[in-house]
């Protein structure tokens, strides 16, 4: 049964980074109030929210309190101890739920799903010890070692091709819950942003194509030419993954397609993703529009695209030399300049990212890279 959030009540998240940021944008614009709990003061999210609420997760009681100040709670990332989400449960409804959340949040439980409903995954072994490393990899090199819990942008990862490196990957990683995965040599990365409703109804975008830095998202771009096929299995998987889940809210896809055309799901993400921050300037609904929709038990949104985009993150090493120079990358035709207000940049940190419309794909990408170059004090 769907509960309708009406504009002009609460909204909470978990959570207070630039998702967060971007989603109660859009939850001011339909009407709504944002109260948001996390850690951390001045936050992305707590600059552009009603109420920040600095608290640790684990304090049940602040979370509590916190819960009964709002109509609906959903999160903007997964590292939510499932205990917070519980708490939550007792007072008002969660989307996505915490059972969606205990699955995602963890490799493990994750893929196991995955492979649970036939969905097509990257091979993979738990790792529990050194000596169970050394004997798997013995056969199945290269092979990337990751954290089972707490990864995200290439933390809690490392590629091992050698087996003298097997010992100081295990070392690096600090754990004793890891997955081993297949090293896969992929043709390319995609994505699918797609959003469920509380009724079941179901949107989604076309396939957005993804490239890492330094496994960084550093571009993504609305796609053309991928193959038929290619496009209708990753939609049919992206539901089918949406239904078994039951999630209320946005989910994310991230796929390896491989050189032989087959598709395989890398990892889920249960909320907005950094590759669908394109929706906001170049489709008729955005992916945050599309979370508070769906949590309030509003109709969805329509996913059409009304231009070629690229999108490509800014991160502190823009920095490097004192303030970007934002005259220059605002010159550039249907440039869109998104900064999520972090105080300190830092190497690696996204602290924004430019979207670039065109007629095409191609010259999407060429635009927003020399609009991103022209940021920098020293010559790249």
Known sequence: MTKII????????????????????????????????SPDDDTPTGQVADIEIQKPYED????????????????????????????IDKFVLVHPAGEVLYTTQQRLREKNFLRGIGIPVTPFQPIHSLDELRNLAKNNL?????????????????????????ESAWIALNTNHAVLEKFINFKSELSVVAARSQAGEIV?????????????????????????????????????????????????????????????VNELAPRPHNSGHLTIDAYATCQFEQQVRAVCGLPLGNTTRLKHAAMVNLLGDIWDGGQPNWQNALTFNNAKLHLYGKKEPR????????TVLSNSPQSASELAFSARKSLFHKKQ
Not at 347 to 354: S, V
Request: aromatic residues 8%; charged residues 25%.
């Open 6 to 37: 009406q504009p002009g009540s609460t909204i909470g998240v978990l959570g207070s980074g630039q998702l967060g940021r971007m989603f109660t944008i859009a939850a001011r614009r339909l009407g709504y109030r944002v109260n948001v709990f």
């Open 60 to 87: 049940l009681d602040a979370v509590a309190e916190f819960a009964k100040g709002v109509d609906v709670v959903t999160f903007e990332f997964e590292n939510v101890p499932t205990e917070t989400i519980n708490r």
């Open 142 to 166: 290269p092979a990337v070692l990751k954290t089972a819990s707490w990864g995200y942008d290439g933390k809690g990862q490392t590629k091992i091709e050698d087996m003298s490196e097997v």
């Open 204 to 264: 989604q975008y076309d396939p957005f194509i993804n490239t890492h830095r330094d496994h960084i998202l550093d571009l993504s771009v609305t796609s053309e030419d991928l193959p038929k096929q290619i496009v209708k299995d990753a939609s049919q998987i992206t539901h089918a993954i949406l239904e078994k889940l039951e999630v209320t809210g946005v989910l994310c896809v991230e796929f390896f397609l491989t050189h032989d055309e087959t598709l395989l």
């Open 347 to 354: 190497m690696g940190r996204k602290m924004g990212h430019l």
